[in-house]
């Protein structure tokens, strides 16, 4: 069975700090896709990353960096210099491709709540 | 990139009746969409897997006669809510999958139903 810890639920940070958010899964699967999606107080998901498993180059995308690791099942995500626009919940999911069938399936952690001060 | 649109965004509905969300693909064609329930401060539960042309696939606990899902095209997805009680009243979002390989899930904006 696949599972997302994501074990912060709620962090604070006063602006232009440095974050990390924590992702832990599990899957026995060889082939899947990890993401991270923020959602902002007004609902919608908006994807920021997706990462498969044949791939642990880290990615840099202006103040969002990712660093995954095979050996530790981790995906986290660290925003640089944080501002208050940040502020959302941020969930990762890992998504076992099933080929296009129905057993292809995107499970969620619980989220992180990300509060940026001024 | 990518668009998922979802309408309507706001739903008031009485008890009783039943309402129905739309989930379209914008640019894309998606062969699988996804339909998620939110409660509020909680993770995303998924509901069903649709795949166009099938039967909707769904999750343990989710009832398919109350939670109507079709796939009638490779843009659109309905979410139908059947016989909507208050406990039914919740934040609604679907999601598609496509892009690169057809590996990538984008969401819709959500939708808020609020049964009275």
């Known amino acids: 069975a696949q599972k997302v810890t994501q074990a912060q639920t709620e962090i604070s940070v006063v602006e232009k700090e440095d974050v990390t958010l924590d992702c832990v899964y599990e899957t026995r699967d060889t082939t899947y896709y990890l993401f991270w999606y923020k959602q902002p107080p007004s609902g919608e998901l908006v994807f920021l990353i997706r990462?498969?498993?044949?791939?642990?180059q880290n990615e840099i995308s202006g103040r969002y960096s990712w660093n995954f690791q095979k050996s530790t099942s981790s995906f986290n995500f660290t925003i640089t210099a944080s501002q208050v626009v940040d502020s959302a919940v941020y969930f990762c999911?890992?998504?076992?491709?099933?080929?296009?069938?129905?057993?292809?399936?995107?499970?969620f952690g619980k989220g992180i709540t990300l509060s940026v001060r001024p | 990139g990518a668009v998922v649109s979802q309408h309507p965004s706001w739903v008031i509905c009485k008890s009783g009746t039943s309402v129905k969300i739309e989930c379209r693909s914008l640019?894309?064609?998606?062969?699988?969409m996804f339909w998620y329930r939110q409660f509020p401060k909680q993770s995303l539960m998924l509901m069903a897997t649709?795949?166009?042309?099938?039967?909707?696939?769904?999750e343990q606990g989710v009832e398919k006669d109350k939670f109507l899902i079709n796939h009638a095209s490779l843009t659109l997805s309905t979410l139908t809510v059947t016989s909507a009680h208050p406990e039914d009243s919740s934040f609604y979002i679907c999601?598609?999958?496509?892009?690169?390989?057809?590996?990538?899930?984008?969401f819709g904006e959500g939708s808020w139903l609020t049964v009275v």
């Open positions: 999911a890992l998504f076992l491709t099933g080929g296009f069938g129905a057993n292809s399936k995107l499970t």
């Open positions: 649709s795949n166009e042309g099938s039967k909707a696939t769904y």
């Open positions: 990462r498969n498993s044949f791939d642990e």
């Open positions: 999601s598609a999958r496509g892009g690169s390989g057809g590996n990538t899930i984008y």
């Open positions: 640019d894309f064609q998606a062969t699988t």
